[in-house]
T-cell receptor, first 113, second 113 residues
Framework: AAGVIQSPRHLIKEKRETATLKCYPI?????VYWYQQGPGQDPQFLIS???????DKGSIPDRFSAQQFSDYHSELNMSSLELGDSALYFC????????????FGPGTRLLVL | KNQVEQSPQSLIILEGKNCTLQ??????????LRWYKQDTGRGPVSLTI?????NTKSNGRYTATLDADTKQSSLHITASQLSDSASYIC????????????FGTGTRLKVLA
């Protein structure tokens, strides 16, 4: 079965650069979630989109923005990167048919130097 | 104080043995409680999801229970396998508030041959 696809899987950036992470949800899933997981920490919810509209907002910094496109894929844009942004970024998708069970992607590991 | 706390922090058991992981939460009211399995460096995988009115939910060798009165949930793993070695995370979704998904501290399980 198709799973959530994230790209790139690994990314290295320098401070103050920008980065764009992409997420392709499972087909027919209408909701996408973004999480940030620092080393040895719990995943922190950043933001979610339902039917291309922002549905919930968590601890997403103002330097980050995200959107969901007409084909339901989502992009997380990160600007003015800081060393503390180094983390594993997970995308998850769900559909109302699956009782909101979130299916996680493999994650994008971002390293800011 | 974390609103979702898990115990033990880590656990080592022999292959074939059973074990029970605990999740205590203060989030109230909540919409649902989920258990996830997360392999190192990979995205969490959903095991069970229970609404506040459900007492138990099974998924193969995994059985989750929920006691809404004592605000406790447990995940019981039967006949453990080496592949069960992972972190197990309890996630509570409150019915209101900014943070829509509150992750527990996780239990790191190691199954030895």
């Amino acid at each position: 079965a198709a799973g959530v696809i994230q790209s790139p899987r690994h990314l290295i950036k320098e401070k103050r650069e920008t980065a764009t992470l992409k997420c392709y949800p499972i087909p027919r899933h209408d909701t996408v979630y973004w999480y940030q997981q620092g080393p040895g920490q719990d995943p922190q919810f950043l933001i979610s989109f339902y039917e291309k509209m922002q549905s919930d907002k968590g601890s997403i910094p103002d330097r980050f923005s995200a959107q969901q496109f007409s084909d339901y894929h989502s992009e997380l844009n990160m600007s003015s990167l800081e060393l503390g942004d180094s983390a594993l970024y997970f995308c998850a998708s769900s559909s109302t048919d699956t009782r909101e069970t979130q299916y996680f992607g493999p994650g994008t590991r971002l390293l800011v130097l | 104080k974390n609103q979702v706390e898990q115990s033990p922090q880590s656990l080592i058991i022999l292959e074939g043995k059973n074990c029970t992981l605990q999740c205590n939460y203060t989030v109230s009211p909540f919409s649902n409680l989920r258990w996830y399995k997360q392999d190192t460096g990979r995205g969490p995988v959903s095991l069970t999801i229970m609404t506040f009115s459900e007492n138990t939910k099974s998924n193969g060798r995994y059985t989750a229970t929920l006691d809404a009165d004592t605000k406790q949930s447990s995940l019981h793993i039967t006949a453990s396998q080496l592949s069960d070695s992972a972190s197990y995370i309890c996630v509570v979704r409150p019915t209101s508030g900014t943070y829509k998904y509150i992750f527990g501290t996780g239990t790191r399980l190691k199954v030895l041959a």
